[in-house]
């Protein structure tokens, strides 16, 4: 069963924590409580695919070796949604690193991999680091968003004065000038981006 340990608002995403290992899964906690985001866990790749369809997640830091789904399996599961391709993967395990499972690992799409005993600030600061990313995307894409609703609210504009316009006849000249004033200045705004 998932097991969220914080509350997950809309400003903040959370970090996904999938290991079949309870103790595994509290060392995590105790290493990036600190960075103040909601965290998640998962006991198997089965509850980690449920979770990234609940909720949004800024990283996942994913065991390679688990009981039904393994780590690799769960990473190419996660790839293929929609809404959870672009979320960074790390690969925490105790296999040997000559095993080749770094190499499987990137492969499946992982952003990076690191062998257990992992060194807790390393870890920390790597997963702040995606944390700062995800947080300056969702900027851009809020950015974005307003830009879009700015040119949509100018382009009405533009429509409604537009039909004034088309039905002048009974507007004096001096009302029809400040009109096209108005039109040529909202047109001049749209586009350079500014309402």
């Keep these: ?12 995403a959370g970090i996904l924590l999938v290991d079949d290992m309870e103790e595994n899964l509290a060392a995590l906690e105790a290493v990036l409580r600190s960075l103040g985001e909601p965290l998640v866990r998962a006991r198997s790749g089965e509850e980690a695919m449920k979770a990234l369809l609940r909720q949004e997640f800024a990283v996942v830091l994913l065991d390679i070796l688990m009981p039904g789904m393994d780590g690799f399996e769960t990473a190419s599961n996660i790839k293929r949604l929609d809404q ?9 395990t105790g296999t040997d690193s000559d095993s080749g499972y770094a190499f499987r690992g990137y492969s499946t799409g992982a952003a990076d991999y690191l062998t257990k005993p992992f060194d807790p600030w390393v870890l920390r600061a790597k997963v702040k680091v995606f944390l700062e990313l995800h947080q300056k995307n969702r900027q ?26 088309a039905g002048s006849d009974h507007l004096e000249a001096g009302e029809l000038r400040a009109r096209m004033a108005e039109l040529e200045e909202t ?9």
């Design 140 to 165: 851009l894409r809020r950015l974005r968003q307003r830009d879009r609703d700015r040119i949509e609210e100018l382009a009405d504009r533009i429509a409604a004065m537009e039909e004034t316009l």
């Design 1 to 12: 069963m998932t097991h969220v340990t914080s509350i997950h608002s809309d400003d903040r």
């Design 84 to 92: 959870a391709r672009h979320i960074p993967i790390i690969f925490l």
């Design 187 to 195: 047109m001049r705004a749209l586009r350079h981006g500014h309402p």
